[in-house]
């Protein structure tokens, strides 16, 4: 058999030692390479799970608050609406009192007035008819001179007087 190697240029001893060497190779790589790459390997695939996870949570947590925060919009809208609302409704109330407080005013001044007025009336009329029972009195001493008596013609001036009231 050792011819039939020969023959086809094989060296067993130079088989044998090659075999040894890679066994020695393999190993050494194995225990210096292989193991620190697959570890490095399976270190960065527990890091990209957990980006992924992170980013994962990440996204979620965005749509969390994207979601509160349209509710927070939209309730802030709401109350924004809602104290619109009532301050046009307070200003319109308020408006409609001024409003009435001023034609209660107005009706108070023209009652106002109007008492004044009357009173000045009575007083006009009150002057006009002292002036008339004057006039009276002495155009009836000029017609009358000297036939007449006061008391009698302040009686006949007041008869008078009171007879156009």
Avoid: C
Wanted: proline share 1%; hydrophobic share 45%.
């Amino acid at each position: 058999m050792e011819e039939l190697l020969t023959k086809f240029g094989i060296d067993w001893k130079l088989i044998i030692t090659q075999v040894v060497n890679f066994g020695i190779l393999f190993f050494l790589l194995k225990k210096f390479a292989y193991k620190p790459v697959l570890g490095m390997l399976k270190e960065r695939r527990d890091k990209i799970a957990a980006g992924m996870k992170d980013a994962d949570d990440a996204r979620k947590e965005k749509l969390e608050i994207d979601a509160k925060r349209e509710g927070i919009i939209a309730t802030a809208r709401k109350e924004g609406e809602a104290i619109m609302k009532s301050a046009k409704d307070d200003a319109v109330a308020e408006a409609e009192e001024t409003v009435k407080r001023s034609r209660e005013k107005i009706m108070r001044l023209a009652e106002e007035a109007k008492h004044v007025l009357e009173e000045e009336k009575r007083r006009a009329l009150s002057e006009i008819r002292a002036e008339a029972a004057s006039f009276v009195a002495r155009a009836s001493a000029k017609v009358l001179e000297g036939v007449s008596d006061k008391k009698i013609d302040e009686s006949l001036i007041k008869s008078a007087v009171n007879e156009t009231r």
